[in-house]
T-cell receptor, first 113, second 113 residues
């Protein structure tokens, strides 16, 4: 069974700092990994999707990397802003098929002005 | 804007009442999903529909039923609501296999008293 761990569970940083969020998974036979952002009381917004053939994906100040062999993905946020405050979740498909996607519980990020 | 639309956004039910959560997507996705999100437990799959005309149980299907009305619409029904079903419910859609990632609706916050 796929298990997904996100560390840290919560993070508070001053504005402007670069930061890294971690996602670890136990079953490395995945075909992609997706990072989401969730604002309080809102739905999930897709940030980045990394296919298994890729090492990283970039969108603006966000960069996500994937290392299947070690079962890890990182989300790098450059020059953090108060508007980045949210919970960040990673979603990892299970080897059993697309209907079995395991989500991490998330990292709650607070960027202090 | 293209996406996944859920109704209602909020609902309070009394124990034993029934209700249907509606979900519609205009992304021409074949696959649709219902998740629940509870504090400290992450998102858990309730039911999914790989394509129009098919539905299958996910991780936590007890107490729920679903209907894939057409390619666009996928509803979730609580026949006899229980306090344990107090949660935030999310609908999502994807292409078959999830190879292009998942798109989520904004959620329905359900309280059963």
């Amino acid at each position: 069974k796929q298990e997904v761990t996100q560390i840290p569970a919560a993070l508070s940083v001053p504005e402007g700092e670069n930061l890294v969020l971690n996602c670890s998974f136990t079953d490395s036979a995945i075909y992609n990994l997706q990072w989401f952002r969730q604002d309080p009381g809102k739905g999930l917004t897709s940030l980045l999707l990394i296919q298994s053939s890729q090492r990283e994906q970039t969108s603006g100040r966000l960069n996500a990397s994937l290392d299947k062999s070690s079962g890890r993905s990182t989300l790098y946020i450059a020059a953090s802003q108060p508007g980045d405050s949210a919970t960040y979740l990673c979603a990892v498909p299970n080897s059993g098929g697309y209907q079995k996607v395991t989500f991490g519980i998330g990292t709650k990020l607070q960027v202090i002005p | 804007n293209a996406g996944v639309t859920q109704t209602p956004k909020f609902q309070v039910l009394k124990t034993g009442q029934s209700m249907t959560l509606q979900c519609a997507q205009d992304m021409n996705h074949n696959s649709m999903y219902w998740y629940r999100q509870d504090p400290g437990m992450g998102l858990r799959l309730i039911y999914y529909s790989a394509s129009e005309g098919t539905t299958d149980k996910g991780e936590v299907p007890n107490g729920y039923n679903v209907s894939r009305l057409n390619k666009r619409e996928f509803s979730l029904r609580l026949e006899s609501a229980a306090p344990s079903q107090t949660s935030v419910y999310f609908c999502a859609s994807s292409v078959p296999g999830g190879g292009e990632g998942y798109t989520f609706g904004s959620g329905t916050r359900l309280t059963v008293v």
